[in-house]
């Protein structure tokens, strides 16, 4: 090859090595402990998944800081006690195939959510609709089989396109949806990539399981973002990093210690009562959460419009704890062993053995299981565990009490997980679903949560503030109470 040709090569190759280093600087990576199992919003029920459908999907109402419902694609308004009438916004985006939006992609949406044959885990808390009318292409009416002020917040499913559901097309893995992010590549489990509509970015979702990985994956520039699961110790090393940013936000997000209540030991109260005696919360917020997490007496916040700000919660007391296991037999001679399941995520790791810890105190040996996320979380579903710990996320309508907690709801019908069966609680979430007046409805929910807390059909921990720390060319990504991934929507690199 002469000179002159091998100029003209090294120049291309220059040129594309260029191209391509230009691309990858433009896009947006994001570093996630668990990566989403589906992008179908009607089967989606990991934080993972809720949170990147939400990027690739509008859904009819979003919510605002009062954790009320409001228009997104749609407003609404009530024609009779059982009927709403939601009129589509004209200037709403269309598919990412092209196609428009219209009331009969809305229809089809939440038909084919409740058919039964398709096992969606949403069924359950739109169970109440009776029938849906599309009475042009942008207006649909729902039909309930009983009246509910509440009902525009249970519309928070992404809408698909009708054809598609029709077609069986794969929403899990190619998803089509009008969102502010459309679909480029899903190649391997370990990677996932959106694009954004507004201006073409690429967002990369990388899964790095390790915290420890992920805290030098920033350090060394090969993520721009991490959001959560990382440990004080990891934070601190952050914030000395001349180019790093971190931030924190208050969080609303519900962690709890949740319990088998058909398991012959944990089905007694007085021991479940002891459990949440012995475990030092505050100590654990300090120590642990490096302060950045608040404790929780109840699923939703005391600020909610239904919370209660009254509730009187567990203290530490373990004198208390160590008199109610000697009463049942046991002390930290002859403790009473318990399987507690958690995820393999080292910082969850680390909290199951600070419960050992402290419930050994007790008289209680605390065997921990750690599994794969997959596992873990297919043997909660499942009901295979005596104690597990998880957070419910994105909660804004009280009618969670009814899906995580009534008896009816046992799974596959819903999420009450442990099993939970007290007719007073059923009789007042049926009295709340029912009741028209808002305020009198939030005091039946104030009853609720008054009685989870006497009765523990799980113990309630606290609500772990959002942890961001972002490349410090990263502007404008900001992270709501309930820790979605909208700020991919504006974040930018500013050089």
Known sequence: MTNKLKLIATLILLFFTVACIKQEDSSIRIGLANMPANL??????????WRVSRLLYQRLIDFDGARQAIPSLAHWKLITPTLYRFSLKQNR???????????????????????????SPHQASVAMIKNIHAIDADTVDFELSKPD????????????????????????RHPIGNGPLHFSTWPTEAELELVRNKDQIKIRFLHVKDPTVRALKLVRGEIDITQNDLQPELIQYLQKQDDLNIQQFPGSNFS???????????????LRKAIAYGINRDEIIQYIFANSAKPAEALLPPDHWAGNPLLKGYHYEPEKARAIMAEMGYSIEKPLTLVYKTSSAPFRIRLATVYQAQLAKIGI???IRSYDWGTFYGDIKNGRFQMYSLAWIGIKSP???HYALHSDMVPPNGANRGRYRNLTVDHTIDQAMMEIDLVKQAALYRQVQQILLDDLPYIPLWYENHTVVTRKFIKNYKVNSDGNYDGLVSAEKVS
């Open 40 to 49: 179908d919003p009607r089967f989606a029920t990991d934080a993972a998944s």
């Open 365 to 367: 040996n605390l065997d």
């Open 399 to 401: 009618t969670i009490f």
């Open 93 to 119: 985006e269309v598919f990412h195939d092209g196609s428009r939006l219209t009331s009969h992609d809305v229809k089809a949406t939440y038909e084919s959510v409740l058919n039964k044959q398709n096992n």
């Open 256 to 270: 709890y210690i949740g319990f088998n209540l058909e398991d012959k030991s944990l089905s007694n109260l007085n």
């Open 149 to 172: 002020p509440l009902f525009p917040a249970y519309l928070v499913i992404g809408i698909l396109p009708e054809k598609l559901i029709q077609q069986g097309h794969d929403f899990r």
